[in-house]
Structures are given as structure tokens and as C-alpha cells.
């Protein structure tokens, strides 16, 4: 789980995870719409490979990279797990403003 935090730790490789949402890519088009060289795309995609969110085949000169989302199934149940930590605390500052809130006829 650590890699798996690591590799969507970086804006980057979170575009290029949403990117192969849609389907396959080369890294050639994931590093498209990055300012990166071509270099620097494949190193965030060994990340993504290393965290087994992306697998790459090799066709030639072509490197085909599509998504394994596996990985984030247990990154999304850690999450998940804390959730309602961050949930009852808004609860109690929603409970703090409805307190605070002025009732009708009545000011503050």
C-alpha cells in the first residue's frame, strides 16, 4: 500500500492514471499533455508499474501501458476506514453552527 501512496503522492501520475481510465496508451501520449520529456513520463510510468497500477507490454518501439486497479482497492479501504473520523467531525462542527445559529425572534 506504501507504493501504491507513493505513485498517486505525484499530480503526474494521477493524469496519466485517469488517462488509461479511458483505455490503453503509449507513453509517448501519456506524456503528451505533460510538460516532460518523453524520459521523464517513463520514469512516472516504472512508479506506476512498481506500484502495480500500470502494466506495460513492449510492441516493438511501442510501450503500451493500461491500467490494474487492483491496487487501489486497498488504498480505497484504508481510506474508507478513516472516513468516518473526518465524517464526525463535520458532524460536530455542523452541530456547532446549527448551536450558534440565531433562532427566530431571538438575537445575538
Not at 516504472?46 to 507490454?57: D, F, M, S
Not at 467531525?89 to 438575537?107: A, H, I
Amino acid at each position: 500500500m506504501d507504493t501504491v501512496f507513493h505513485a498517486l503522492a505525484h499530480e503526474a501520475r494521477r493524469g496519466m492514471l485517469r488517462r488509461l481510465a479511458s483505455g490503453e496508451c503509449t507513453v509517448g501520449e501519456l506524456a503528451e499533455p505533460l510538460t516532460m520529456s518523453l524520459e521523464a513520463a517513463s520514469k512516472h510510468v516504472k512508479v506506476l508499474e512498481r506500484a502495480g497500477l500500470v502494466h506495460r507490454t513492449v510492441d516493438g518501439r511501442r510501450h503500451v501501458c493500461r491500467l490494474e486497479p487492483d491496487p487501489l482497492a486497498s488504498a480505497s479501504a484504508w481510506l474508507h476506514f478513516y472516513e468516518q473520523f473526518w465524517n464526525q467531525r463535520l458532524d460536530t462542527l455542523e452541530d456547532l453552527f446549527q448551536s450558534r445559529r440565531p433562532r427566530k425572534g431571538n438575537k445575538r
